[in-house]
Nanobody, 128 residues
Framework: VQLQAYGGGLVQAGGSLRLSCAAS????????MAWFRQAPGKEREFVAA????????YYADSVKGRFTISRDNAKNTVYLQMNSLKPEDTAVYYC??????????????????????WGQGTLVTVSS
């Protein structure tokens, strides 16, 4: 599976950006999709995750109410709509996909280990 993420850029605090990540290849490996981010000098952290049907959606506490994850299965694409951006949202954002797993549904959706394929990352910079 190849993942191509795009949509990052420079935005002022309070602004919005929409990230997209298109998957190609084995679609049976894209049952669950997620976004992670890594700020300079920090570890990669979970942002949001979504399952195939979009019935199960999860967010990190830091982005709840501001970010929205969605997917278009016909296009094999996952999106991250980011509103009310803050300088602390500055990071490289990575999309990730993986197969169904009991662990994912049991609460491990925020673990990078649940995802087999990763995109190259797209930089989001929020200025104050």
């Amino acid at each position: 599976v190849q993942l191509q993420a795009y949509g990052g850029g420079l935005v002022q605090a309070g602004g919005s950006l929409r990230l997209s990540c298109a998957a190609s290849g084995r679609t049976d490996s894209t049952s669950v999709m997620a976004w992670f981010r890594q700020a300079p000098g920090k570890e990669r952290e979970f942002v949001a995750a979504i399952n195939w049907s979009s019935r199960d959606i999860y967010y990190a506490d830091s982005v709840k109410g501001r970010f929205t994850i969605s997917r278009d299965n016909a296009k094999n694409t996952v999106y991250l709509q980011m509103n009310s951006l803050k300088p602390e949202d500055t990071a490289v954002y990575y999309c990730a996909v993986g197969p169904y797993s009991f662990a994912w549904y049991s609460g491990s959706y925020s673990s990078a280990n649940e995802y087999d394929y990763w995109g190259q990352g797209t930089l989001v910079t929020v200025s104050s």
